[in-house]
């Protein structure tokens, strides 16, 4: 970890145009390999890493014309355009792009989760979002068979004619965001009136056998989100993501077992899992491990089966005296 004097001077290093400006200069590659160099370059004090690729998506593109030419960066604000230009006639906007036999693109890529570890508690890290993006030719603007009968149909339609793939220009990286997790997690209280689940199992994390242990941004990662509430208020939620890159079996029922066996059981997980007590913060997130596993051990506790260490146990019947979930 970084001494506060060193952490200080790269967070104020670590702003939006820098990391914007690498993005630009950096030219993708199958491993992200430069990215990350560049990226621990801008902060040297502390280990940076990438957590995790998300699945790919895709998102309409541009358009261009049957030579490859460039003709629109946005298809969505070029057809709007062209649509009022045209007197908002939907006849002379599809006549125009098929006579100049325009194609449509879209954008598909992954989301690049990189952290910076800035400290030893499970909020001290800083998430850095980047998308990896290509565009690829898609589909004829407007196809033949199936003309568009709306403004909408003609932006996404449900019947696309499509065209022979194949890719425009090069992979690009594109800075989305970055997240302080510390202080969002300060932010994100303000919101709710008693502690988010989100702050709960970072709290677990900490004074638990697993924060003594591991690194939490090794294994877990935050997706931040806000939506409209019933009102029209703006609510900022936060879920907690799961980035282990080993299979993990799935957890068997601890029906029947207790004591030496259910502890075996427990033992085998956090040891593929990489870190003690490992079985709880999957039981909570709902992956892999069943409530009922927490509510076997609990019952071995009160019975006298000492196998787990007393801050696990503190952090279990708090479970159990108050559940939640992530």
Not at 4 to 10: G, H, V
Not at 29 to 38: F, G, S, T, V
Not at 219 to 229: E, K, L, N
Not at 286 to 305: K, P, R, Y
Request: proline fraction near 5%.
């Amino acid at each position: 970890m970084a001494d506060i004097t060193s952490y200080a001077l790269d967070k104020a290093l670590l702003n939006g145009p820098a990391l914007a400006k690498i993005c630009k200069n950096v030219l993708p590659e199958q491993n992200d390999q430069l990215l990350l160099a560049k990226l621990q370059a801008l902060v040297p004090n502390c280990p940076v890493h990438l957590s995790r690729v998300g699945d790919e998506w895709y998102r309409l593109g541009g358009i261009i014309d049957s030579n490859g030419n460039r003709i629109a960066n946005n298809l969505i604000e070029w057809t709007e355009r062209t649509y009022i230009e045209g007197g908002k006639n939907l006849q002379t906007l599809i006549a125009h792009a098929q006579k100049q036999k325009l194609i449509a693109t879209r954008q598909t890529g992954n989301t690049l989760h990189f952290v910076v570890q800035t400290g030893d508690k499970a909020q001290d890290f800083i998430q850095i979002d980047i998308d990896k993006t290509h565009e690829i030719a898609d589909r004829w603007l407007v196809g033949e068979q199936h003309p568009p009968e709306d403004l909408e149909e003609f932006i996404d339609p449900l019947e696309p004619t499509c065209v022979e793939a194949f890719y425009i220009g090069a992979a690009r990286y594109t800075y989305r965001r970055k997240t302080d997790v510390s202080v969002f997690m300060d932010e994100i209280n303000k919101y709710h009136s008693l502690a988010h689940p989100a702050q709960r199992f970072m709290e677990d994390w900490n004074r638990s056998s697993a924060g003594h242990k591991s690194v939490f941004c090794n294994d877990w990662i935050i997706r931040p989100f806000q939506h409209t509430g019933r009102f029209g208020e703006q609510i900022i939620n936060v879920e907690i993501v799961n980035t282990q890159h080993k299979s993990l079996p799935y957890q068997e029922s601890p029906t029947g077992k207790k004591g030496t066996a259910l502890n075996n059981l427990l033992t085998r997980f956090d040891r593929q899992a990489g870190y003690p007590f490992a079985w709880f913060f999957y039981m909570v997130k709902g992956n892999l491990v069943s409530s009922s596993t927490g509510i076997a051990v609990v019952q071995d506790i009160n019975e006298h089966f000492a196998y787990l260490p007393e801050r696990d146990i503190a952090v279990l019947k708090d479970w159990v005296s108050e559940p939640y979930s992530v």
